[in-house]
């Protein structure tokens, strides 16, 4: 069974741009989050998805959003980029069925200049 | 304020040896409780999993939860070198949820030595 997949692996985006990011979960698992790693901060849950309904979301402004669709597959948005944008931003998927064990893509590294 | 916390080491061992990484958390209805692996430049990977009070082994690691306690443990039995990476701590602490949001602790990082 194939893994979580994001695209793309690498950008590099100027201050005020906005950015797409992708993520394709796992065949079957109908849950996606996001988190951002930061070397400061660790990582940290930006949002999660189910059926292509927002479920929670962290403490990050509004320029973070969201999306997912009837396939599963999930995208996040940053409008209005700042140089602590930079980070690596991961997706990870899990099954609604047993104790949300959550399989991380192999992330997208954002660096904002 | 949901909190994990681990021990923030560096830890370093000789090959052979038992690497002990603890964690600690704030809510004390968590219900699930993972250890993930971060080698460097890469993203993490779940090696542990846990639900119940007790241990739980896997090959040659053990995670080791007291929700009394609150408190959660990963062993790993004869290191190797190719274990030297960041562990990861996560905690589901949203009470009563099956699916959310983990919160992770700052990671430990561990190196094996030859």
């Known amino acids: 069974k194939a893994g979580v997949t994001q695209t793309p692996r690498y950008l590099i985006k100027t201050r005020g741009q906005q950015v797409t990011l992708s993520c394709s979960p796992i065949?079957?698992?109908?849950?996606v989050s996001w988190y951002q790693q930061t070397p400061g901060q660790g990582l940290q849950f930006l949002f999660e998805y189910f059926s292509e309904t927002q479920r929670n979301k962290g403490n990050f402004p509004g320029r973070f959003s969201g999306r997912q669709f009837s396939n599963s597959r999930s995208e996040m948005n940053v409008s209005t980029l700042e140089l602590g944008d930079s980070a690596l931003y991961l997706c990870a998927s899990s099954s609604t069925t047993g104790g949300n064990e959550q399989f991380f893509g192999p992330g997208t590294r954002l660096t904002v200049l | 304020q949901k909190e994990v916390e681990q021990n923030s080491g560096p830890l370093s061992v000789p090959e052979g040896a038992i690497a002990s990484l603890n964690c600690t958390y704030s809510?004390?209805?968590?219900?699930?409780f993972f250890w993930y692996r971060q080698y460097s430049g890469k993203s993490p990977e779940l090696i542990m999993s846990?639900?119940?009070?007790g241990d739980k082994e896997d090959g040659r690691f053990t995670a080791q939860l007291n929700k009394a306690s609150q408190y959660v443990s990963l062993l790993i039995r004869d290191s190797q070198p190719s274990d030297s990476a960041t562990y990861l701590c996560?905690?589901?602490?949203?009470?009563?949820?099956?699916?959310?949001?983990?919160?992770f602790g700052r990671g430990t990082q561990l190196t094996v030595w030859p």
């Open positions: 996560a905690v589901n602490l949203d009470r009563g949820s099956t699916l959310g949001r983990l919160y």
């Open positions: 846990i639900y119940s009070n």
């Open positions: 065949s079957g698992h109908r849950s």
């Open positions: 809510d004390r209805g968590s219900q699930s």
